[in-house]
C-alpha cells in the first residue's frame, strides 16, 4: 500500500510572509471611518460625540467577536487560515455598506460588523504564527502587530492622497480587505501546532486569572490605554496644530501626519521584536511603556506651556507612535509562552478582548475630556496607563513564570 502524503508545508518565512500580508490588508478597513472623520461629519451632520462611535463601534464589535471566539476556542478549534478568510471577507462587505449611506445607526452597525469579522483575523493570525516559531518568535509576532499597524495607518494614506473623499477610503480599504482574506487561505498550520482541545468555555477565564498571565494582561491594559485613543484622535488633534499654526490644507496635512505617526509603529513593532527575543520581554515591555508614556508626558508639557511649532509637535508623535506600539506584540508572545499550549489561541484572543473593552474607555473619554482639559490634560491622562503597565511587567520579571519567558530572560 502507497504510504499516505504527507500535507505539504511553507517555510517559516514564507507563512510569515503571506499572513503578513494578509493583516495588512484584511484589516485595513478598522480605521477607514476613522480616516475620514472630518468629511463624514460634514457630509452626514454629526457631531464630535457621534463621529466617535463610529470608531467606537469597531472596537465594541471587535469586543463581541473576540469574546465569542474565545468562549467557542475558536482559534485553537478552527483552521486559522479559514477564520482569517471568513473574517476579511465579512469585514470588506460590512465597510462597504457605508457606500449605501445608511443613516447614523445603520452606519454604527455596520461598523460593528467590521470589528465583529476582524476578531476573526487579528488573533487567529498570532496564533497561527505562533505555531511556525520557537524561536524568534517575539520577531515574527512583532512582524505580524506591525502588519496591523501598517493596515491600520493605511487609511489615513489614501485619505491624504485620495483628495480626502471618504467613499474612495471607504472603497479601496474594502477592496484589500478582501484579498487580504485570500492571501490567508494557502498557509497551513505550523509544525508546532496542536490537535484541537476540547471545547471548554471557560478555558480562556481560567488562564488569564493565573498569576503570570494575570500580570502580562495587565501590562497590556496599560499599553492598550493610551494606544487606540491616540491613533483614533490624533488627526483631529494635529490637524488643531496646523490649523493654529495657519498651515494650509490642514486636513490633508493631519490625514499624512497620522499615517505617519500610525505607520512609524510598523517598525517599532519590528525593532520591539528583536529587543524582546533579546533582552527578554519584560524588560522590553516595560521600556516601551517608560517611553511611550514619557512622550505623552513630554507632549501635554508642550501643549500646556503655549503653542508649540507643528514641527517639534510632528517630531515627538514620531517617536511617541514608534514606541507606543512597539511593545504590543510581546504581550501576546508571553501569553503563547506561559499559557497551556492546547488553548493559546483562546487565551490570546481573551486578552485581546479585555484590552479592546479598555481602548472603548478612552475612545469615549477624549470628546467627553477635550473641553474640560484641553490636548495638554488628556496626554497627561493617557500617560497613567502605560506608566501602570510598566509596573506591572517588572513585577512579573520576578515571578516563577519569568522563567519560562525568552529563554529565562524575561
Known amino acids: 500500500m502507497t504510504p499516505p502524503v504527507p500535507a505539504a508545508r511553507l517555510s517559516p518565512t514564507a507563512a510569515l510572509i503571506l499572513l503578513a500580508l494578509s493583516v495588512v490588508l ?3 478597513p478598522w480605521f477607514s471611518a476613522a480616516a475620514a472623520l472630518p468629511q463624514l461629519r460634514e457630509g452626514w451632520g454629526l457631531n464630535a460625540v457621534q463621529g466617535s462611535w463610529l470608531t467606537l463601534a469597531v472596537q465594541l464589535g471587535f469586543v463581541l467577536g473576540a469574546v465569542l471566539s474565545a468562549a467557542l476556542n475558536l482559534a485553537d478549534r478552527a483552521q486559522p487560515r479559514v477564520l482569517i478568510a471568513v473574517g476579511a471577507l465579512l469585514a470588506a462587505g460590512a465597510n462597504a455598506a457605508l457606500l449605501l449611506h445608511p443613516g447614523l445607526w445603520g452606519a454604527l452597525l455596520a461598523r460593528a460588523g467590521v470589528g465583529a469579522a476582524l476578531a476573526l483575523v487579528y ?14 518568535r517575539g520577531l515574527a509576532l512583532g512582524v505580524m502587530v506591525g502588519a496591523l499597524t501598517l493596515g491600520s495607518a493605511s487609511p489615513h494614506l489614501v485619505n491624504g492622497l485620495g483628495g480626502a473623499d471618504w ?9 484589500l480587505a478582501a484579498l487580504g482574506g485570500l492571501l490567508a487561505l494557502p498557509v497551513p498550520p505550523g509544525p508546532l501546532a496542536t490537535k484541537a482541545p476540547p471545547f471548554r468555555p471557560a478555558q480562556a477565564w481560567r488562564v488569564l486569572t493565573a498569576r503570570g498571565p494575570a500580570l ?5 491594559l496599560g499599553h492598550m490605554w493610551e494606544l487606540y485613543a491616540m491613533w483614533t484622535w490624533f488627526a483631529l488633534f494635529f490637524g488643531g496644530v496646523l490649523t493654529g499654526a495657519g498651515q494650509p490644507d490642514a486636513l490633508r496635512g493631519a490625514a499624512l501626519a497620522t499615517f505617519g505617526v500610525v505607520g512609524v509603529g510598523a517598525l517599532g ?4 521584536g528583536v529587543l524582546g527575543d ?20 513630554l507632549l501635554a508639557g508642550l501643549l500646556l506651556g503655549g503653542d508649540p511649532s507643528p514641527g517639534v509637535v510632528l517630531a515627538l508623535s514620531l517617536f511617541w507612535g514608534f514606541w507606543i506600539i512597539a511593545d504590543s506584540a510581546q504581550f501576546s508572545t508571553v501569553i503563547s509562552e506561559i499559557a497551556p499550549g492546547p488553548y493559546v489561541g483562546t487565551a490570546m484572543t481573551a486578552q485581546l478582548a479585555l484590552g479592546f473593552t479598555l481602548t472603548a474607555v478612552t475612545i469615549a473619554l477624549v470628546p467627553l475630556l477635550l473641553p474640560r482639559l484641553g490636548w495638554g490634560g488628556l496626554f497627561a491622562l493617557l500617560a497613567l496607563g502605560p506608566l501602570l503597565g510598566a509596573v506591572a511587567m517588572r513585577t512579573l520579571r520576578g515571578t516563577p513564570d519569568a522563567v519560562r519567558i525568552a529563554g529565562g530572560r524575561g
Open 216 to 220: 502580562a494582561t495587565l501590562g497590556y
Open 167 to 175: 467613499r474612495v477610503v471607504v472603497g479601496v480599504t474594502s477592496a
Open 123 to 136: 488573533p487567529p493570525a498570532l496564533r497561527a504564527m505562533s505555531t511556525y516559531f520557537s524561536r524568534g
Open 26 to 28: 484584511g484589516m485595513s
Open 269 to 272: 513593532c519590528v525593532v520591539g
Open 278 to 297: 533579546r533582552w527578554g520581554r519584560t524588560r522590553l515591555t516595560e521600556l516601551s511603556m517608560w517611553l511611550s508614556g514619557g512622550a505623552a508626558l
